[in-house]
């Protein structure tokens, strides 16, 4: 009996040990203490050039964030040396990256929270290139050079609080408000819109999100930035009526929907620039497709093709 009472009390006694080292943090408990290991970091926070400040443009431009749905990364790269996408080639290449997730619904909660597409070679987290930094999740309270922190649940929240206006247009059915699941990343915003005119299975529908678009930006205050998300579905499937002749999508019929989508990209950059002066943009796909290879067919899956996208940031 005193036996077991002085192994109880031992427990005791070593968890109040460990108890006090986290919160003290001390020894290795403390490391542990957040989800990321900071010691990834010493090496290559101080040393990365980042390729934009974005201190430097929160507060001073809108922002805009174009997510081409689906669009594959072998894809975007064959279009823009061919010059087949020649807005899209203005602003620079495309940068082969890893895609946040598999399909819409993780890549978005990702890109929303400042999780965008990483480099292709990126080994570990401090490898990738964060323009927003969220500074509550244990990644710690610094920002890298060049990344913006944020307060909030999301980058939205975060440029509101800047007095940012944020919009939503959105195009695949994840922003059909219809739906409850369709309300969620609409919610995210001030303001959102979607109509059956934007859904995937119309022709037409980045033409009509862009005119949408255009009409609201007449009667937006001028004195207000915009944070602007776009969500282009044209290229997700179905994809087949871009190209003529086909009866079923393939890589070369989501090659014809980027060249459709580039010229209705081209209205947009224009008229905002015109209206609205200077913005950054950054413009990315969310996740891959497949249409057959390795016998896999679409996204939700983990394949190179799905898990590799293009990204580019440049201002307007």
Known sequence: MEKNMEIQENLIGSAKTEESEYLNGQGKAAENAGEVPFRLFSSSRG????????????GKMDILLVCLDTLRYDVAAKEEAQGTTPVLNRYGSWKKCQAPGNFT??????????FLPAD?????????EMLFFPKQIGMGKKAPRGAYGFSGGTIMEGLEKEGYDTWCV????????????????????RKSYWNPSFGCGV???????????????????????????LNVDAIHYPNYFYLEGSSYDTAASHG???????GELGRLFDRWKEKRGEAFVICCSDHGTCYGEDGCQFHGINHPIVNTVPYKHFFL
Not at 122 to 127: H, P, R, V, Y
Not at 203 to 218: E, G
């Open 203 to 229: 022709k037409d529908s980045t033409k009509n999100q862009v005119d949408f678009l255009l009409k609201k930006l007449d009667g937006a205050d001028p004195e207000q930035n915009i944070f602007m998300y």
């Open 120 to 128: 292709c070679d990126a080994k570990n987290l401090a490898d990738r």
């Open 105 to 114: 619904w993780p890549s978005h909660h990702a890109m929303f929270a400042g």
């Open 170 to 189: 959105g195009g695949v059915s994840f922003f059909d408000k219809r739906s409850d699941l369709g309300k969620v990343f609409p919610g995210y915003f």
């Open 256 to 262: 014809a929907a980027l060249r459709y989508v580039d």
């Open 47 to 58: 040393q990365r050039q980042p390729s934009v400040d974005m201190n430097q443009v929160v």
